[in-house]
């Protein structure tokens, strides 16, 4: 995931800059392509949300996922608006970075919402993470863990 947005700048949900080697580092990581202006996208993001806070804030040691978000929104503006309505606290490719519209391209999104689970080096472990999460909710991190090699005792 590292070489996805190496050289590239990712923003927490507070507007500051996150070094992507440092945040993405040995984790799974879900790339969430998604808008505000988008009724699916509204009503997955708060699943999408109790999904992380589960795995990342309230697990001790934290699960080793991040989200980052691939904004659809039609301004800057919007992305962040939906970013502090709905979104956890995960990080987000800035609006302004054209690198948004290769990453659609490179994991061939073609409708929204779509969240990508990823290993560390982009490939893909799944392009259906939003309807393993409905699925089986927690339970389909520990599937995503073991196709990323990654050990982390995990009782979720």
């Known amino acids: 995931m590292v070489d996805v947005f190496s050289g590239r ?10 070094d992507p080697e440092e945040a993405l580092r040995n984790k799974v990581v879900g790339l969430y392509f998604s808008a505000g202006w988008c009724p699916p996208c509204r009503d997955f ?16 040691p934290p699960a080793q996922f991040e989200i980052v978000f ?16 709905l979104h956890g606290d995960w990080l987000a490719l800035p609006w302004s970075d054209p690198y948004r519209h290769e990453l659609k391209k490179k994991y061939n999104i073609t409708a929204i919402p ?7 080096n982009g490939e893909v472990i799944t392009d259906k993470g939003r ?4 699925d089986q ?20």
């Not at 700048?9 to 996150?18: E, R």
């Not at 779509?114 to 560390?120: A, F, T």
Request: hydrophobic content about 40%; glycine content about 4%; aromatic content about 10%.
């Open 9 to 18: 700048t990712l923003l927490n949900k507070d507007g500051d800059s996150v």
């Open 114 to 120: 779509k969240l990508v689970i990823v290993k560390e």
């Open 45 to 60: 993001t708060p699943i999408l949300c109790d999904f992380y806070t589960e795995l990342v804030e309230e697990n001790d």
């Open 137 to 156: 909710g927690l339970a389909c991190f520990k599937n995503w863990l073991e196709v990323a090699d990654i050990f982390q005792n995990f009782s979720g």
């Open 70 to 85: 691939i904004s659809s929104d039609k301004t800057a503006e919007d992305m962040v608006e939906y970013m502090h309505d």
């Open 131 to 134: 309807k393993q999460i409905r």
